[in-house]
């Protein structure tokens, strides 16, 4: 079976996020002054091969717990679905 999975990783609670700052600024200079905060973060669209959802599942936690985020700063979440 063929699954697709989507990352969105981002930061953890409390860790200085500057390109969120500097976005926010540069909104601020184009008048949207409402903009409190900008909060970046990184979005992947993994497909794979697996069995099961569950193998499918266990695999992209693997990826994102090795290589796609890094665990002392960022924080992620992710979905799965089978693609047909």
Known sequence: MKYCGK??????PGV???QGMTIRN?????SYREVEEVETGKYFRVT???KTKEEAER?????CDQL????????YTFEVQEIR
């Open 7 to 12: 990352v969105v990783v981002t930061l953890k």
């Open 26 to 30: 540069a909104l601020h200079a184009l």
């Open 59 to 63: 695999r992209i936690r693997e990826m």
């Open 48 to 50: 794979l091969e697996a």
């Open 68 to 75: 796609l985020a890094n665990p002392v700063i960022e924080q």
């Open 16 to 18: 200085f996020d500057p």
